[in-house]
C-alpha cells in the first residue's frame, strides 16, 4: 500500500525553467493538497483540490498552477521558476470532511538557482 | 484568519526526561481540529493526534499525552520519558470548520518546534 507518493524526489532548477511535480494516491481520497515547507515557517498550502477536476487556490498560490483531471493524482507546475520557490513540497490527501486527518508524501526537495 | 504559533523554536533534553511542546491558536470559529504532526529526520510527516474543539478531555497514548485548554487556546503535548527516536521536527494545526462545512480541511501550520533528545 502505497500511500501518497511524489515524484521527483529531489529536483534543480535554473531560474526560468519549468517542471511539474507529481503526487499520487491510492487511498481513493477526495481532497487532495500542495504545501511548501520553509525554515522556520511550518508549511504553507499552495493549491488544493476537493474533487477530480477542481482545484483552488491556497495561503501562497502566486507562481503555481495544478490540475487534477484524475482523482488520483494531483499535479503542481512551476512555469517560470524563481530562486523564491527553492523549498520543499509537499503532496497530501484525505477523506472528506474538515475534520480527516492528512496523509502526506515524502517531500520534493527543488532547488532553484 | 486563523493561526497557530509554537513558540519554542528548539528544545534539546537528555533521554528519560519529559518534555512538553507548546501550542497556541487563533480562530474565530465555534467548530475546528486540532492536530499534531511529527516530521523525524527521514523527512515524512506522521500524523499524532486530532482533537475537535467540543472535546476538551484529555488524552493518552503510550508516553505521549495532550492537553487541550478552550480557556487559553492551547494544545499542548507532553512526551513522558523521552527517548532518542522522539527526536523530530513536531507540528500544530488548526482545521477550521466553516458554518457551511466548507473549509475543506485546509490546514493551519505553526513553526514546528524542532525536539532533540540526547542519549
Known amino acids: 500500500n502505497a500511500g501518497v507518493t511524489q515524484t521527483p524526489k529531489f529536483r534543480v532548477l535554473k531560474t526560468g525553467q519549468s517542471m511539474t511535480l507529481l503526487c499520487a494516491q491510492d487511498?481513493?481520497?477526495?481532497?487532495m493538497y500542495w504545501y511548501r515547507q520553509d525554515p522556520g515557517m511550518g508549511l504553507r498550502l499552495i493549491h488544493y483540490s476537493v474533487g477530480e477536476g477542481t482545484t483552488a487556490k491556497g495561503e501562497v498560490p502566486d507562481g503555481y498552477n495544478v490540475s487534477r483531471l484524475k482523482k488520483q493524482n494531483f499535479l503542481l507546475g512551476l512555469e517560470s521558476a524563481a530562486p523564491s520557490q527553492t523549498s520543499v513540497y509537499f503532496c497530501?490527501?484525505?477523506?472528506?470532511?474538515?475534520?480527516?486527518?492528512?496523509?502526506f508524501g515524502d517531500g520534493t526537495r527543488l532547488s532553484i538557482l | 484568519a486563523q493561526k497557530v504559533t509554537q513558540a519554542q523554536t528548539e528544545i534539546s533534553v537528555v533521554e528519560k526526561e519529559d518534555v512538553t511542546l507548546d501550542c497556541v491558536y487563533e480562530?474565530?470559529?465555534?467548530?475546528?481540529?486540532l492536530f499534531w504532526y511529527k516530521q523525524p529526520p527521514s523527512g515524512e510527516l506522521v500524523f499524532l493526534i486530532r482533537r475537535n474543539s467540543f472535546d476538551e478531555q484529555n488524552e493518552i497514548s503510550g508516553r505521549y499525552s495532550w492537553n487541550f485548554q478552550k480557556s487559553t487556546s492551547s494544545f499542548n503535548f507532553t512526551i513522558t520519558a523521552s527517548q532518542v527516536v522522539d527526536s523530530a521536527v513536531y507540528f500544530c494545526a488548526l482545521s477550521e470548520g466553516n458554518a457551511g462545512g466548507t473549509s475543506y480541511g485546509k490546514l493551519t501550520f505553526g513553526q514546528g518546534t524542532i525536539l532533540t533528545v540526547h542519549p
Open positions: 497530501a490527501s484525505s477523506y472528506r470532511g474538515r475534520n480527516q486527518p492528512q496523509h
Open positions: 480562530t474565530r470559529d465555534t467548530t475546528y481540529y
Open positions: 487511498m481513493n481520497h477526495e481532497y
